[in-house]
């Protein structure tokens, strides 16, 4: 049992380049999201999907895609990369997104640096 | 909309100290609370989280946080810290019914010998 796996660890990109960010749960759970940390500001919601063929935008989905390729794995795209993207990318799930009290599940994250 | 504050940006212990770190949260209906936190260089793993029942909580690690609802607040406590306490902790909560996590800024702790 894996939990949330994230690929890739680290990249490095220039500015106007693109990237997929890729997420995978085996935990069978309907909620995924993607989340950046930035220093001194937390975490911050890109966007999530409640289940599979749905997602929505959270606090900061400017300059970002995502798709919900299946049940299983949750992408994030970024079309023309800019410093200001530099982060660390987390992904996470949850059973359930009705606010009932579902833990969410973090993967280890990715570093991405934008130059 | 929600939104959760962290009162202290960073907090330097010696081992043995007690612990209490401040959360405060922003919404009149039922939430769902939550203290993770993130040891260095790890993934956010979840401490304890209150949903409903006895308001004190008690997670892993010897932490427990307290959910007083009439002052709209979270805090996570620890009698004794170790040095392998050191991390950063998030405060979060989300409304009943509603989705998604809101994070607060994060409160770094940092415990020496």
Redesign the interface.
């Known amino acids: 049992n894996a939990g949330v796996t994230q690929t890739p660890k680290f990249q490095v990109l220039k500015t106007g380049q693109s990237m997929t960010l890729q997420c995978a749960q085996d935990m069978n759970h309907n ?1 995924m ?1 993607w ?1 950046r940390q930035d220093p ?6 890109i966007y ?1 999907s ?1 289940s599979e063929g749905t997602t929505d935008k ?1 606090e900061v989905p400017n300059g970002y895609n995502v798709s919900r390729l299946n049940k299983r794995e949750f992408s994030l795209r970024l079309e023309s990369a800019a410093p200001s993207q530099t982060s660390v990318y ?1 992904c ?1 799930s949850s059973e359930d ?13 990715t570093r991405l640096l934008v130059l | 909309a929600q939104s959760v504050s ?1 009162h202290n ?1 960073h907090v330097i212990l010696s081992e043995a100290a007690s612990l209490e770190l401040g959360c405060n949260y922003s919404y009149g209906g039922t939430v ?1 609370l ?1 203290w ?1 936190v993130q040891y260095p260089g ?5 401490l304890l ?4 029942g006895d308001p004190l909580v008690k997670g892993i690690k010897g932490f427990e946080a307290e959910f007083i609802k009439s002052k709209f607040s979270f805090n996570l406590r620890k009698p004794s810290v170790q040095w392998s306490d050191t991390a950063e902790y ?1 405060c979060a909560v ?13 409160t770094r702790l940092s415990v020496i010998a």
């Open positions: 909620s999201y989340y001194g500001m937390g975490l911050r919601l999530y409640a959270g987390f996470a997104s009705r606010g009932s009290g579902e833990t969410q599940y973090f993967g280890p994250g | 962290q940006h769902n939550f993770y790890q993934h956010l793993q979840l989280k209150y949903f409903s998030f989300n409304a009943y019914g509603n989705t998604p996590l809101v994070f607060g800024k994060g």
